[in-house]
């Protein structure tokens, strides 16, 4: 379950596919299952994503399926933010029936709930206070909120009543921080909609109106007193239902921070098939234990190259029916069928980062040449695919010293002696002839010969006024990539 309060971030993926992974061993063990992930767009919005912020502010108080969506297509904001999600677990083969908590609230699933609720009120508050220690009883609290009549706002209202048909309630102005009630009075039928239990209550009773068996949840719902001890005594002692099995799992961390959907913080779980094919993104998840937190920092960092490597070794294994734990973290990464064993070679990422940074390289050739064969249909499929994300992680994530970018201008600091000068000098009346590579690359050899500068000197002469390293790919191929106009002025200025 999920409450829809911000675009979802990467680490919301690691529940839903925490459970896909247990749908699908059951699915193998012949045993029969059932998987449904909740959308909460029942929830209040006492939180707004940074994106729309001012221009919904006013709608703070109401049930997220109720706001509007501030993009055209979508009946709510809570529908809008869903929508994202749900895109984004489906992309991950995620196979749960999406339900909103909203619709089957308004079809009257959950009016019997409600209704033990209410009648065990008490005994509600009497676990909150023995479970977590968070409240001593309080005269008059029921465990529901309702849409005011007036207002339509569900997080100010106060329920404080109920004769067994209705509740009395009265629409709060200073309830919340986050919202102002308008002070309304009134009564109102609870069922078919019109309200909603609280978070903990709420839990339990999805668990019974869904027949829910097991359920994981983040490890802060499963400290001592917290949200899964509370939901399970309400489960058993008010429900009557017999609590779901317990598996508390850890997070997932972007760059070692833990991330936030209503404070936009982290990638988002929509971006994450935009930067790794679909196979790889969903192995990020299977690979680790969800008892161990997991980071993973794509940013100046090689963790991507890393996630293929260790992919692929997962991939041999399965190929080679070795290691047994890399077998199953590469069958439930796949998204939709397991592919034949059968021997195959796959490119490596980090090597088609290197070529792709080589100007005028065939990948296919190259490839073909490390094989020592002609690549398949097959491998050629997967080379093409690689090369579009190693050239997306060149140019969004690749840590500087794997990037070779003409910089904007020359490196600050910059000291070159008078025969480095010299030899970039007569280099920009060479870039004025028209050359192949080839040639190009033994006309700087022949330079370096005629004034008997030594050729590694020279060609980090080149690489330092270019790229501000001393080392790069192949000099010619390089060089003729580049601009021509820019590259002979660059070289110009630092022979001055």
């Given at each position: 379950?999920?409450t829809p309060?911000g675009?979802?971030?990467v680490g919301?993926?690691?529940?839903?596919?925490?459970?896909?992974?247990i749908?699908r061993a059951?699915?193998?063990?012949?045993?029969?299952?059932?998987?449904?992930?909740i959308i909460?767009?029942f929830?209040?919005?006492?939180e707004?994503?940074?994106?729309?912020?001012?221009?919904?502010?006013?709608?703070?108080g109401?049930?997220l399926?109720?706001?509007?969506?501030?993009?055209?297509g979508?009946?709510?904001?809570?529908s809008?933010?869903a929508?994202?999600?749900n895109?984004?677990?489906?992309d991950?083969g995620?196979?749960a029936?999406?339900?909103?908590?909203w619709?089957m609230?308004?079809?009257?699933?959950?009016d019997g709930?409600?209704?033990?609720?209410l009648?065990k009120?008490?005994?509600?508050?009497?676990?909150?206070?023995?479970?977590?220690?968070?409240?001593k009883r309080?005269?008059?609290?029921?465990?529901l909120?309702v849409?005011?009549?007036?207002?339509g706002?569900?997080g100010?209202t106060r329920v404080?009543?109920w004769d067994g048909?209705?509740?009395?309630?009265?629409c709060?102005?200073?309830?919340?921080?986050w919202?102002?009630?308008?002070?309304y009075?009134?009564?109102?039928?609870?069922?078919?909609?019109?309200?909603?239990l609280?978070?903990k209550v709420d839990?339990?009773?999805?668990?019974?109106?869904?027949?829910?068996t097991?359920?994981g949840?983040?490890?802060d719902?499963?400290s001592?007193g917290g949200?899964y001890d509370?939901?399970?005594a309400?489960?058993?002692e008010?429900f009557?239902?017999?609590?779901?099995?317990?598996?508390?799992y850890?997070f997932?961390?972007?760059?070692?921070?833990?991330?936030s959907?209503s404070?936009?913080?982290?990638?988002?779980?929509?971006?994450?098939?935009?930067?790794?094919?679909?196979?790889?993104?969903?192995f990020?998840?299977t690979r680790?234990?969800?008892r161990?937190?997991?980071?993973?920092d794509p940013v100046d960092?090689m963790?991507?190259?890393?996630?293929?490597?260790?992919?692929?070794?997962a991939w041999q294994?399965?190929?080679n029916?070795s290691?047994?734990?890399?077998v199953?973290a590469?069958?439930?990464s796949?998204?939709?069928d397991?592919?034949?064993?059968?021997?195959?070679?796959?490119?490596?990422?980090?090597?088609?980062?290197?070529?792709l940074?080589?100007?005028?390289?065939?990948?296919?050739?190259?490839?073909?040449?490390?094989?020592?064969?002609?690549?398949n249909?097959e491998?050629k499929?997967?080379?093409?695919?690689?090369?579009?994300?190693?050239?997306?992680?060149?140019e969004?994530?690749?840590?500087g010293?794997?990037k070779?970018?003409?910089l904007d201008k020359?490196?600050?600091g910059?000291?070159?002696?008078?025969?480095?000068?010299?030899f970039?000098?007569?280099l920009?009346?060479?870039?004025?002839?028209?050359?192949?590579?080839e040639?190009?690359?033994q006309?700087?050899?022949s330079l370096?010969?005629?004034?008997?500068?030594?050729a590694?000197?020279a060609?980090?002469?080149?690489?330092?006024v270019?790229i501000?390293k001393d080392?790069?790919?192949?000099?010619?191929?390089?060089?003729?990539?580049?601009?021509?106009?820019?590259l002979?002025?660059r070289?110009?200025e630092?022979?001055?």
């Amino acid at each position: 379950m999920k409450t829809p309060s911000g675009y979802a971030h990467v680490g919301s993926l690691r529940g839903p596919i925490i459970h896909s992974l247990i749908f699908r061993a059951l699915k193998d063990a012949k045993v029969e299952a059932k998987f449904s992930f909740i959308i909460n767009d029942f929830d209040p919005a006492d939180e707004l994503p940074p994106e729309f912020k001012e221009e919904l502010k006013e709608y703070l108080g109401l049930p997220l399926c109720k706001v509007p969506s501030p993009i055209k297509g979508f009946d709510s904001l809570g529908s809008l933010l869903a929508d994202d999600f749900n895109r984004a677990m489906k992309d991950l083969g995620v196979e749960a029936e999406i339900k909103s908590s909203w619709e089957m609230y308004k079809e009257g699933r959950f009016d019997g709930v409600i209704k033990e609720a209410l009648n065990k009120a008490e005994k509600i508050q009497d676990i909150y206070q023995k479970v977590s220690g968070s409240k001593k009883r309080e005269k008059g609290w029921l465990p529901l909120q309702v849409i005011c009549e007036k207002c339509g706002k569900l997080g100010t209202t106060r329920v404080y009543e109920w004769d067994g048909n209705e509740v009395s309630y009265k629409c709060e102005p200073n309830l919340v921080a986050w919202a102002s009630g308008c002070g309304y009075e009134g009564k109102i039928s609870p069922f078919g909609g019109n309200g909603k239990l609280p978070w903990k209550v709420d839990w339990a009773a999805h668990w019974k109106v869904l027949g829910v068996t097991i359920e994981g949840a983040g490890k802060d719902h499963a400290s001592a007193g917290g949200s899964y001890d509370i939901a399970f005594a309400i489960c058993e002692e008010v429900f009557k239902y017999p609590q779901p099995y317990k598996l508390p799992y850890e997070f997932l961390l972007i760059g070692g921070k833990k991330m936030s959907s209503s404070k936009g913080l982290g990638l988002k779980a929509h971006d994450l098939t935009d930067i790794l094919p679909c196979d790889l993104a969903r192995f990020l998840f299977t690979r680790s234990d969800y008892r161990e937190q997991t980071n993973f920092d794509p940013v100046d960092s090689m963790a991507i190259p890393d996630l293929f490597d260790e992919y692929d070794r997962a991939w041999q294994a399965y190929i080679n029916g070795s290691k047994e734990d890399l077998v199953r973290a590469f069958e439930l990464s796949q998204i939709k069928d397991i592919p034949a064993k059968k021997k195959l070679f796959l490119p490596r990422f980090r090597d088609i980062a290197n070529y792709l940074e080589q100007p005028n390289v065939n990948l296919v050739d190259k490839f073909e040449e490390v094989k020592g064969s002609g690549l398949n249909e097959e491998e050629k499929k997967i080379l093409t695919k690689r090369e579009k994300y190693a050239r997306i992680w060149l140019e969004r994530f690749a840590p500087g010293e794997v990037k070779y970018e003409m910089l904007d201008k020359l490196p600050d600091g910059l000291e070159l002696d008078d025969m480095e000068r010299q030899f970039l000098g007569k280099l920009s009346a060479l870039m004025e002839k028209e050359s192949s590579a080839e040639a190009l690359q033994q006309a700087i050899y022949s330079l370096t010969k005629e004034i008997k500068i030594d050729a590694k000197k020279a060609f980090a002469s080149i690489y330092r006024v270019l790229i501000g390293k001393d080392h790069g790919p192949k000099a010619a191929w390089f060089l003729l990539s580049l601009p021509k106009e820019r590259l002979i002025a660059r070289l110009k200025e630092a022979a001055k």
